[in-house]
T-cell receptor, first 109, second 114 residues
Framework: GQNIDQPTEMTATEGAIVQINCTYQ??????LFWYQQHAGEAPTFLSYNVLDGLEEKGRFSSFLSRSKGYSYLLLKELQMKDSASYLC??????????FGGGTRLMVKP | DSGVTQTPKHLITATGQRVTLRCSPRSGDLSVYWYQQSLDQGLQFLIQYYNGEERAKGNILERFSAQQFPDLHSELNLSSLELGDSALYFCASSEGGTGNYEQYFGPGTRLTVT
């Protein structure tokens, strides 16, 4: 089966950098997704990692270590609009996604 | 806007009733997925259809059923509703059925069972 752990909540200051961690245990690994979800809205795709290392995409970067079953999402130059939940998810059995519980990030001025 | 549409946006109904949620995938996407998001359970996969056929099944209750039609839109039917079925129901679509395709989520249907 799949098991995904993320911190429940994090708080950071506008302009700062925050790292959101995700650890996973999965039978067979097919990559890891990060999604952003504002309250009451649909999740939106941020990144997909299948190989080890860091992938940068503007202010957001995502890192993967397959040997450690670990990923993180790095958000730089935080803005108030980054206040949202961040969900990591692993695909299996075709393309069904198992999501972690999500990390609610609050950005304060 | 992801290109995935869902109707209705909100639905309020009573226990024991039956409702149908509708989803139209992005143009060209063959797979449709249904997810349930409640406050205490997070985002849970229910079922996937690919080009009209059931592809994968998650923790979907027997009271729930889904189908995908020839025009690729999908419907999720929820029957004998209970208070605990109150949740946000998301539909997502992707290009393929297997492999790790990015899923695009619709705006969701908020179901309230009273």
């Amino acid at each position: 089966g799949q098991n995904i752990d993320q911190p429940t909540e994090m708080t950071a200051t506008e302009g700062a950098i925050v790292q959101i961690n995700c650890t996973y245990q999965t039978s067979g690994f097919n990559g890891l997704f990060w999604y952003q979800q504002h309250a009451g809205e649909a999740p939106t795709f941020l990144s997909y990692n299948v190989l080890d290392g860091l992938e940068e995409k503007g202010r957001f970067s995502s890192f993967l270590s397959r040997s450690k079953g670990y990923s993180y999402l790095l958000l730089k130059e935080l803005q108030m609009k980054d206040s949202a939940s961040y969900l990591c998810a692993v695909p299996h059995a075709g393309n069904m996604l198992t999501f972690g519980g999500g990390t609610r990030l609050m950005v304060k001025p | 806007d992801s290109g995935v549409t869902q109707t209705p946006k909100h639905l309020i109904t009573a226990t024991g009733q039956r409702v149908t949620l509708r989803c139209s995938p992005r143009s060209g996407d063959l797979s449709v997925y249904w997810y349930q998001q409640s406050l205490d359970q997070g985002l849970q996969f229910l079922i996937q259809y690919y080009n009209g056929e059931e592809r994968a099944k998650g923790n979907i209750l027997e009271r729930f059923s889904a189908q995908q039609f020839p025009d690729l839109h999908s419907e999720l039917n929820l029957s004998s509703l209970e208070l605990g079925d109150s949740a946000l129901y998301f539909c997502a679509s992707s290009e393929g059925g297997t492999g790790n395709y990015e899923q695009y989520f619709g705006p969701g249907t908020r179901l309230t069972v009273t």
